[in-house]
């Protein structure tokens, strides 16, 4: 059987308005990704013949990450907001390119799997004008509700235009639909705009077709997989969904997370064999971690590739650009940036590593700092192979540690070391041997001249 076309079209334009924000609603973010990333991820999973996605005017950002996730897509503008079907003929000249199934997916359901984008088109290859996903929530009340008659689908009926008897359906909208490419424009240039919120409606779809004696049928999946985010409180719920899949994930490929409900992972963690994360850490996007690494406790790592057998925190901050090399130790209160640690380098306690480079086998001391901004640019520390940095040392950057050389504890660093020496810059100490004795004679005996004449 030939492989049937198909055109996906991601609907994005749309303020942040419901979910009090001034950031479009699609770049919010659930795991790390925005909202649009991760259904453009699971439409790219079913490889589509073309994609479209439709914006919002002005918002360049959200084309940006859709060429970032997508970079075959094209963008259309919806000019005003005036509902899904609206929106979806803002890309009509794509649907006049023609495509055996087209498939319409809102940006604001990113639970999305391609398995689920599959099983809601299979319907068109057995001659089905339209399909629509359809879930049953906990709580339905912002969902439209699905029509059915002896499992057949008659019409979807929006929550703001519903009665009590249409209120009590459990069959929800899931918001995504899969229309045969021959019959969808026809279909989509019927829809109009009377209802309660004078939109355009996608889902007035279904009557038209089958006023068309066109077939429509509802796709039942689970409602982990469709959740739609039209608020803050929703958010928050398609976050914990995809942190407990995130879990499940990283524990099946054996992973050991001595609390799991407590870590917090982003879509792109990457973990190898025998890692070990300790409760209470935290993983930014961008985070590798190497083969028999330990994280401890009250770790947050964001942007950072770990080397194999390395041990992390607790409490040890890794910011963007932090690349580790094997058997690397970073230990309490370090803070790492655009910095990489060569094999078996240590920065145990209390320091602040920020664009430098600090070579194999290097021990950073307690509370040692890279002073590397001069409140104009930054500047890079450079520390040689298993050098020796003293605690309490400020090392001014732009500034070069030679391969072996010492800092003595307490220095401020200005000027390079060269290799296998020894820098030390602080002020000299100065020993006055019996200098306290003489003090503690001198002062007993003003004080007891001072009690005589009282
Ligand atoms: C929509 C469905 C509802 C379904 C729910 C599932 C309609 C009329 N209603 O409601 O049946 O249960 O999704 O989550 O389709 N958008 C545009 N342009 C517009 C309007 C919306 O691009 O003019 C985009 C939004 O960015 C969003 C998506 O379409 O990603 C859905 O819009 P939204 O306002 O969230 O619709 P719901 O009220 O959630
Ligand atoms: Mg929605």
């Known amino acids: 059987m030939a492989v049937r076309t198909c055109l996906a079209i991601v609907l994005a334009a749309g303020e942040g308005t419901r979910m009090r924000s001034a950031r479009p609603k699609v770049l919010h973010e659930v795991t790390g990704r925005s909202l649009l990333a991760h259904v453009l991820t699971a439409v790219a999973g079913i490889a589509p013949s073309a994609a479209a996605i439709v914006i919002g005017p002005g918002q360049d950002e959200v084309a940006a990450e859709a060429k970032r996730v997508l970079p075959g897509a094209t963008c259309f503008v919806q000019s005003e907001r005036r509902g899904t079907a609206h929106a979806v003929l803002a890309a009509k000249a794509a649907i006049e390119g023609g495509a055996d199934d087209i498939l319409i997916v809102y940006g604001d359901t990113p639970l999305l799997r391609p398995a689920t984008l599959q099983q809601l088109r299979a319907p068109l290859a057995e001659g089905a004008a339209v399909a629509v996903l359809g879930f049953r929530p906990a709580a339905p009340s912002g969902y439209g509700r699905l029509v059915t008659r002896n499992g057949e689908l008659m019409r979807i009926v929006e929550a703001a235009d519903a009665g009590p008897e249409e209120k009590a359906i459990g069959l929800c909208n899931a918001g995504a639909m899969a229309f045969a490419g021959d019959s969808a424009l026809a ?242 100490q100065v020993v006055k041997e019996g200098w306290a004795s003489r003090l503690r004679a001198l002062k007993s005996m003003v004080k007891k001249k001072a009690h005589g004449r009282d």
């Open 187 to 428: 279909i989509l240039e019927r829809i109009g705009n009377r209802n309660r919120k004078n939109e355009f409606y996608l889902t007035d779809a279904v009557e038209i077709a089958r006023g068309m004696n066109k077939t429509a049928v509802a796709v039942e999946v689970e409602e982990d997989d469709v959740r739609g985010i039209n608020s803050k409180k929703e958010l928050a719920e398609a976050e914990a969904v995809a942190q407990a899949r995130l879990r499940q994930a990283a524990l099946d490929a054996g992973v050991t997370l001595v609390a799991p409900e407590t870590v917090f992972l982003s879509a792109d963690t990457t973990f190898g064999k025998d890692v070990v994360v300790e409760p209470y850490v935290v993983f930014g996007p961008g985070v590798s971690v190497g083969d028999g690494t330990v994280i401890r406790a009250f770790s947050h790592l964001a942007g950072a590739t770990i080397g194999k057998g390395a041990s992390i925190g607790p409490f040890a901050r890794l910011r963007p650009g932090t690349r580790l090399g094997e058997g690397v130790h970073v230990g309490n209160f370090v803070e790492l940036k655009e910095a990489k640690m060569e094999a078996g380098a240590k920065a145990n306690h209390l320091s602040y590593i920020g664009d430098a480079f600090v070579g194999a086998g290097a021990n950073i001391g307690a509370g040692t700092i890279t002073c590397n901004y001069d409140g104009f640019t930054k500047q890079r520390t450079e520390i040689g192979e298993q050098a020796f940095i003293g605690s309490n040392s400020a090392l001014v950057a732009p500034v070069t540690i030679g391969a072996g050389a010492y800092v003595g504890s307490g220095s401020v660093i200005t000027a390079d070391v060269p290799a296998d020496s020894l820098a030390l810059g602080r002020g000299q």
